[in-house]
């Protein structure tokens, strides 16, 4: 499995914040709450974030025009 020694992150750790920060933006929280520090896994926390945020903003979106037509 690849690992940054000197950085203390992996694969797996990344992965986990991107789905956090999914999971993070579902539930409406703040972008500015992530709960890691270090550049990389912020970043993929953050990645995470905003993909669960157009996701929202999409169904939302679906939401209204359906409920338009209805």
Known sequence: ???DMKL???V???N???RQGLMAASINMARERCP????VVIAAWE???EDGRLA???RSAQDDILGRIA
């Open 36 to 39: 890691y520090r270090g550049e």
């Open 8 to 10: 203390g992150w992996n």
């Open 56 to 58: 929202m903003e999409s």
């Open 1 to 3: 499995m690849a690992r």
């Open 47 to 49: 990645a995470g974030w």
């Open 16 to 18: 986990k914040a991107y």
């Open 12 to 14: 797996d750790a990344l």
